[in-house]
């Protein structure tokens, strides 16, 4: 996880008073490593590779200190949701040669979460990741555009 110094304010918002902070620049760059980049975008193409749904990015690292970006993605059943998590794995040790921090949720495989800390992959049942709405709870983190490989329009 990238170090933040502590004797300086990381966010320029946090000497702002409350309710100000909407009148930021919303196209200003990330304080999110490029390398954490990569590894996002190997995990949704890892999550699209076993037929993942609504894979969505979320650059969340100007709005929160426990990761870089967040990685959400469905699956049909728990055998998919499963196998999703279980080629996110492979893809990042092979590619990335690292190992994940944590892992929850394989023996259900209804939430399946994956730390590799600056990225976090969640990786859901439809009606969990309904419930649980990150995507609304972190609504202040910005979407990161990216193009599934299966949708690619030929140029």
């Not at 949720?105 to 800390?117: F, K, P, S, T």
């Not at 049942?125 to 983190?141: Q, V």
Request: aromatic share 8%; hydrophobic share 45%; proline share 5%.
């Amino acid at each position: 996880m990238t170090e933040r110094p502590i004797d300086t304010v990381p966010y320029p918002e946090a000497d702002m008073p409350v309710g100000e902070t909407e009148a930021l620049d919303e196209n200003r760059p990330s304080t999110a490593s490029a390398e954490n980049l990569k590894l996002a975008l190997a995990i949704a193409a890892a999550a699209e590779d076993r037929k993942g749904g609504d894979i969505v990015i979320l650059d969340v690292a100007d709005v929160a200190y426990l990761a870089d970006f967040f990685v959400l993605v469905s699956g049909l059943s728990p055998v998919q949701v499963k196998a999703i998590a279980t080629s996110i794995r492979d893809a990042v040790e092979v590619g990335f040669d690292r190992v994940a921090r944590h892992v929850e949720g394989m023996g259900e495989g209804r939430w399946i979460l994956i730390d590799y800390g600056d990225v976090v992959v969640h990786c859901f049942m439809a009606d969990e990741r309904e419930f649980y709405n990150l995507e609304a709870f972190w609504s202040h983190g910005k979407r990161v555009e990216w193009e599934p490989q299966g949708q690619q329009s030929a140029v």
